[in-house]
């Protein structure tokens, strides 16, 4: 298999589709970059398919490309690791939609030859996993043996074994949500309007100049806000002055949380693309897997025999843990089996990137690693 | 596996291939052995964080939950059985636990430490000091136990509320001992409970 052009780390797919998006319409052809670590059984029984969150990417394992920096995941995905690449076979896609080489505003438009910009059709998270299926098809996968995700990557788990009940044993949630709320649609929106409001975005027409680096970089810093805690944010900052002895009454970044916001802007602008930003948004925005399935979020899992694993963090307000008991609440009434635990954490939202040793040793235990 | 005296009681009469809820499951001891040993579909319901984690690395599906709070989620007769093993004494509405037990399961298994045990009398009476024995090891102000019962307690309440009993076992030393003085010689009781019949399920 290792002379297989379809495995291994900076992998990139061209599909002829068409994808049928949720919005109507079809994309064609299918453009999705990928990579894969360890090593597809010959049943194709060990495949796992790792769904990242919204401004991640496929380097959950291996070091980004742009940046430098480890894989965003490296403490769990890999050799020894709770998601065990000795053993299992790891896929992860850039999502539809994304910059980072899979179909996005920034892919050339077949039909003008330009960047599709604004005219890239609006997707939803059961579009970018009807995507990941193809990709999947086209690895010569037809059963995942688990899918697992935090934040919009939950997302996608939970769309996943909605969506394709058949192809799915096991899905891991973590730091999720079944639908977005009024308050996650809120802040989405501000970073929305943060984007338009740049006068270089130009309706999202900015690729052959500047792109909208500062509209971009303010909508960063309100979503970093929402994935730290008050507690993480006080004990990591507090009032304390940056590189200062006194405030200087003027506007500089006078408070080293001033400064940090500021550096996380500038360095996401570095690396993602404003419009894409405005499309996995809106997805999100989007996403209400009730909905989808009548109104009744048990409906969602009836035809599902996958075992699920869902884990929350008591200082997450962005997606705290009555929406993931939600969700256990509905696949209770559904009779499937689950797992379910609230963890200890000071750090918010983002702790599910962060070292969680209880969290490796529960996705250990699930995904029958442990003891 | 050995299983502690009420929980082996238990395991040898949940039928093979049962649907189980666990309720109280600790790490999970008793669900892996029943799955094991009888191909049981168990689950598990824990307020401890380390003993879900523990318990799902068993393989075991458990949710982290309170049998106060949680157990009105399950759909009524979604279980073969429902177990409350030495949690009863812990909650803080266990007359509500025991309704929702029985909707939950069409057969329930209740255990828990009987408060009429003579060691227990013995200890107040002549010591005047709550008891703080080999299954109640906790002192009055960090022992889990808020609401203390007794076997005849509990049977007077079956009674009341007209619950079927299909099955009482009496534990001493981990050995059996006779109904008739149970509530005298039993350290430990196990009730097997009929559930509730529900016409308008779901």
Same mark, same amino acid.
């Given at each position: 298999? @290792? ?11 061209? #599909? ?56 965003? +995941? ?23 939609? $994304?910059?980072?080489? @899979? ?97 270089? +975005? ?48 003027? *506007? ?6 001033? @400064? ?15 419009? $894409? ?53 509905? #696949? ?12 200890? $954490? ?5 702790? *599910? ?19 | ?83 409350? @093993? ?24 209740? $255990? ?12 107040? #009476? ?27 307690? *509990? ?13 009482? +076992? ?33």
């Amino acid at each position: 298999m @290792s002379d297989d052009q379809r495995f291994g780390p900076g992998r990139h797919v061209v #599909l002829p589709g068409p994808l049928r998006l949720d919005g109507g319409g079809a994309l064609a052809p299918v453009e999705i970059a990928y990579e894969t670590y360890g090593t597809l059984a010959p049943d194709a029984g060990n495949a796992v398919l790792i769904c990242h969150a919204l401004t991640m990417d496929q380097y959950v394992a291996s070091p980004h490309p742009r940046t430098g920096k480890p894989g965003w +995941w490296t403490a769990m995905v890999g050799p020894g690791r709770p998601i065990d690449t000795d053993r299992l076979f790891v896929v992860c896609a850039n999502v539809l939609g $994304s910059c980072m080489g @899979s179909s996005g505003p920034a892919t050339i438009d077949p039909a003008t030859g330009r960047e599709y910009a604004m005219a890239f059709p609006v997707i939803t998270i059961r579009d970018m996993v009807r995507a990941q299926a193809m990709l999947l098809d086209h690895l010569g996968v037809a059963r995942l043996k688990a899918v697992v995700g935090g934040s919009m990557g939950g997302m996608q788990a939970l769309s996943w074994a909605a969506t394709f009940p058949d192809r799915v044993e096991a899905a891991v949630v973590i730091a999720s949500a079944a639908r977005h709320s009024a308050q996650n649609i809120a802040f989405h929106e501000v970073g929305r309007q943060a984007v338009m409001a740049d006068p270089l +975005w130009n309706g999202g027409d900015y690729y052959r100049g500047e792109p909208p680096a500062a509209g971009l970089a303010v909508a960063r810093m309100a979503a970093h806000i929402t994935y730290l805690s008050e507690a993480g944010l006080t004990e990591k900052f507090g009032r304390r002055l940056q590189a200062r002895d006194a405030k200087s009454f003027g *506007f500089d970044a006078d408070f080293q949380v001033e @400064s940090y916001l500021r550096h996380q802007g500038l360095s996401f602008v570095d690396r993602f693309d404003a419009n $894409s930003y405005l499309y996995i948004t809106r997805a999100m925005d989007y996403f209400d897997l009730a909905e989808e399935h009548g109104g009744r979020l048990a409906n969602a899992f009836r035809g599902s025999g996958a075992r699920f694993c869902l884990v929350s963090f008591d200082t997450d307000w962005l997606y705290p843990t009555r929406e993931s008991r939600a969700i256990v609440h509905a #696949l209770n009434a559904a009779g499937a089996a689950v797992s379910f635990m609230e963890l200890s $954490s000071p750090y918010g939202h983002d702790a *599910f990137l962060l070292d969680a040793p209880e969290l490796y040793r529960v996705v250990t235990g699930f995904m029958g690693g442990g003891a | 596996m050995n299983l502690r005296p009420d929980l082996a009681i238990i395991a040898d009469h949940v039928a093979p291939g049962a649907r189980v809820l666990d309720i109280g499951c600790g790490d999970g001891l008793l669900m892996a052995a029943l799955r094991d040993a009888k191909g049981v579909d168990a689950r598990g319901l824990e307020l401890d964080a380390g003993n879900v984690a523990a318990a799902v690395g068993r393989g075991l599906s458990v949710i982290q939950g309170d049998a106060d709070t949680d157990l009105a989620d399950y759909p009524a007769r979604s279980f073969d059985y429902a177990i409350l @093993s030495q949690t009863l004494q812990t909650c803080r509405a266990p007359d509500k636990v025991l309704d929702e037990l029985l909707r939950i399961g069409r057969r329930a298994f209740v $255990s828990f430490p009987n408060f009429a045990h003579w060691r227990v009398r013995l200890s107040l #009476l002549w010591g005047g000091r709550m008891p703080v024995t080999r299954l109640l090891p906790e002192r009055w102000y960090d022992t889990p136990n808020i609401h203390h019962l007794t076997v005849d307690d *509990f049977r007077a309440y079956l009674k009341e509320h007209g619950v079927a009993v299909e099955g009482a +076992w009496f534990l001493s030393r981990g050995r059996k001992t006779t109904s008739a003085a149970a509530n005298v010689l039993a350290e430990h009781a196990v009730f097997l409970l009929r559930g509730t019949e529900t016409h308008n399920a779901g």
